[in-house]
T-cell receptor, first 109, second 114 residues
Framework: DAKTTQPNSMESNEEEPVHLPCNHSTISGTDYIHWYRQLPSQGPEYVIHGLTSNVNNRMASLAIAEDRKSSTLILHRATLRDAAVYYCILGAGSYQLTFGKGTKLSVIP | EAQVTQNPRYLITVTGKKLTVTCSQNMNHEYMSWYRQDPGLGLRQIYYSMNVEVTDKGDVPEGYKVSRKEKRNFPLILESPSPNQTSLYFC?????????????FGEGSRLTVL
């Protein structure tokens, strides 16, 4: 399986934008890029996914590099509720999603 | 409300005493999966099922069994639990057809094996 590399942790101030990076240099042409997050004491929840083009939804934006070897999850305005572990995952059709250790995002009031 | 329901949420048991963790989804999803989460190791997939009567091993299937007799249910069976199966377990489901969509997770079942 193609792997992803994320920083172990990041910090952001409340109400500021957050850019969470993910490297996936061995991504295949059929791999989608998925982002999930896990709030404390909860199960993971879907954030966003994309294939080639940038994507936006009510939670976040996903910026995908032209060569698809990296991507960035953008939270436009961090709130305390956004403090979570964020997972960047590759999957062709997302049947098999292998979760790594993710990035622990801390939001400072 | 769309949801994945796991039971029990918390369980303390002893080595060797068979137990079943149930998982049920109300979204008519074909695909269901079990994960375990351990500190420092992230989420690891145990078993998954693409549809009724179709199951396959994930990354860490040893010591576990599953069955998929009905579309909505995907129980995880520990025939002879051991302390190394103490973990936080998550069930998940999604539709299997068409472009990839959201994987819905349950709230988790925390299992302690003494």
């Amino acid at each position: 399986d193609a792997k992803t590399t994320q920083p172990n942790s990041m910090e952001s101030n409340e109400e500021e934008p957050v850019h969470l990076p993910c490297n996936h240099s061995t991504i295949s042409g059929t791999d989608y890029i998925h982002w999930y997050r896990q709030l404390p004491s909860q199960g993971p929840e879907y954030v966003i996914h994309g294939l080639t083009s940038n994507v936006n939804n009510r939670m976040a934006s996903l910026a995908i590099a032209e060569d698809r070897k990296s991507s960035t999850l953008i939270l436009h305005r961090a709130t305390l509720r956004d403090a979570a572990v964020y997972y960047c995952i590759l999957g062709a059709g997302s049947y098999q999603l292998t979760f790594g250790k993710g990035t622990k995002l801390s939001v400072i009031p | 409300e769309a949801q994945v329901t796991q039971n029990p949420r918390y369980l303390i048991t002893v080595t060797g005493k068979k137990l079943t963790v149930t998982c049920s989804q109300n979204m008519n999803h074909e695909y269901m999966s079990w994960y375990r989460q351990d500190p420092g190791l992230g989420l690891r997939q145990i078993y998954y099922s693409m549809n009724v009567e179709v199951t396959d091993k994930g990354d860490v299937p040893e010591g576990y069994k599953v069955s998929r007799k009905e579309k909505r249910n995907f129980p995880l069976i520990l025939e002879s639990p051991s302390p190394n199966q103490t973990s936080l377990y998550f069930c998940a489901s999604r539709r299997a057809k068409g472009p990839p969509g959201e994987l819905f997770f349950g709230e988790g079942s925390r299992l302690t094996v003494l």
